[in-house]
């Protein structure tokens, strides 16, 4: 393979709006991400589910609670 004819794969560390840093490896240069792993909503347990359509209040209402609940 040519050399040159590659990018450059360094070694960058990362920064997230929200405080947390990381190092990884990108033949990009950035510094900066507006969300990772410790403040994304899915990863930290903080999702908020918005029926706009009223779906789980529909569906609720045709099982009940009942059908929810796990069986020990």
């Known amino acids: 393979m040519k050399k040159e004819g590659h990018p450059a794969y360094n070694e960058?560390?990362?920064e997230c709006v929200?405080?947390?840093s990381f190092?990884?490896?990108s033949t990009k240069e950035f510094n900066?991400?507006?969300i990772c792993s410790q403040c994304h909503p899915f990863y930290t347990g903080k999702q908020k589910i918005i029926d706009t359509e009223g779906r789980i209040e529909k569906f609720?209402?045709?099982f009940g609670d009942s059908y929810t609940k796990t069986k020990k």
């Open 60 to 62: 609720k209402k045709k």
């Open 23 to 25: 190092s990884t490896k």
């Open 32 to 34: 900066k991400v507006d």
């Open 18 to 20: 929200c405080g947390a």
């Open 12 to 14: 960058v560390n990362v």
